[in-house]
């Protein structure tokens, strides 16, 4: 079963600025937030003005409810990685996936980041997919919310930087 997800970010600078960030070393390896157990492989595929950025990193299973710690096969190292192509007309356009190596988790998406007045906007539309009988559903709520996060995340953080916060 998979629940699907759509969430976006409101980003108080040009869409020019945001996409520059985007495809900078300096703003994947600063969303690690200083992790000891976290890695960024950053690559250009596509060539100059596109990225492929692979975020790994362990999370603490502390504050998670007991259904999934007890489904939990060895730590949780999550993985996610973006993708944005060149910034055409005013709009660029990406994937996100992730998953973990001990959790039957899936996540797969579609970004764009666009204009908007004033500033650009940080969409992101996909699916959430965990394949566990019975309390499946359940996990995925909690995987949806952790999803928003990284948008709202990714937001704060395109703001703080380009702010030079």
Do not use: C
Not at 108 to 132: I, N, P, W
Request: no cysteine.
């Amino acid at each position: 079963m998979s629940k699907e997800f759509s969430f976006s970010a409101d980003i108080d600078h040009s869409v020019e600025q945001v996409h520059a960030a985007l495809i900078s070393e300096e703003y994947w390896k600063g969303r690690l937030g200083g992790s000891p157990t976290g890695s960024v492989e950053i690559a250009a595929p596509q060539g100059p003005g596109t990225v492929r950025v692979t975020l790994t990193d362990e999370t603490d299973i502390s504050g998670l409810p007991a259904v999934v710690r007890g489904i939990l096969r060895g730590p949780l190292v999550m993985e996610r990685t973006d993708e944005w192509g060149p910034l055409n007309g005013g709009v660029a356009r990406g994937t996100l996936t992730g998953g973990s190596s001990s959790f039957p988790v899936t996540i797969e998406g579609r970004s764009e980041l666009r204009d908007r007045d004033g500033g650009a906007v940080l969409e992101v539309r996909g699916q959430v997919t965990v394949k566990v009988p019975v309390v499946g559903g359940q996990v995925e709520g909690l995987v949806l919310q952790m999803v928003e996060a990284i948008v709202s995340g990714d937001g704060a953080a395109l703001n703080a930087q380009l702010a030079g916060n």
